[in-house]
């Protein structure tokens, strides 16, 4: 008995469709028979979805980019996306993916810029808008900002730490009596591996739970004349650090301070220890 192939013990559907894609015949006439038949036109004037709109970025070589100034950097930048975006649009097409390729959405024309700058206006007028800080990533060796995900270190990177005082220009009444003879010299002492924060610092978090100190470095320190506040349990770490003795003059909890004891302006109330 003849044995049997196994296709023949497979029920298998059957179908119109080759079994090779054939893309380089089929591709081309898929398209124009969309664009014929206007399918995506058609189709989209009765879709109730929500509007999608494809996004795209641009790239160039950081060593192009630091020989071009800003004018030719952007003039680069428009005919990169340009020129990306067409053959993009041209492999989405291949792709069988419907759009609305004739009528591209380009943040990069004028009229798109135009109609942002009088959105920003309408803002303004409202009273949307204001200035205030905000920490921004920036790359010194591409000269650009960078978001949290472009974010590398090198391997074994290790970041500068310092020592920071914070100017204390308003007592809480529960410190009153502790602290206030030792105001307007007294600075609350904080230590932070990301330097880059300070200018926009407003503020410090004291952990009610530990104890604090008001101490005094020697006359001869490079700080003399100075108060400082810092936690007990790190008085001496700080002394050995900025290499004096630092002498404990009063302490207080931690709760008896006020969310206002300590307001130091972002530019002026700060300095190196």
Known sequence: MEAKSYKDT???????????????????????????????????????????VLHDGQNMKSDDRLNLTPIELRRKAAAFAEQTMEQQRTSFQRYGVWGDWEHPYLTLKPEYEAAQI???????????????????????????????????????????????GFHVRKLSKSLQSKVKRYMPSLWAAIWTTTPWTIPANLAIAVNPELTYAVVEPPANSHIAQQFMLVAVDAVDRLSATLNTELKILA??????????????????DKKIL
Request: net charge neutral.
């Open 251 to 268: 302490t207080f909890p931690g709760k008896d301070r006020e969310p206002d004891w300590c307001t130091p302006h972002p530019a002026t």
């Open 118 to 164: 009088g959105v920003f206006g309408q803002m303004v007028l409202k009273g949307y808008i204001f200035r205030g800080f905000k920490p921004v990533h920036w790359s010194p060796s591409s000269k650009t900002a960078l978001a949290e995900a472009e974010l590398e270190y090198p391997e074994g990177h290790v970041s500068r730490s310092i020592y920071v």
């Open 10 to 52: 497979v029920n298998l559907p059957k179908t119109k469709f080759d079994m090779r894609a054939n893309a380089t015949k089929r591709e081309p006439e898929l398209q124009q028979f969309w664009a014929d038949q206007e399918i995506y036109d058609r189709l989209s004037h009765n879709n109730p979805g929500d509007l999608f």
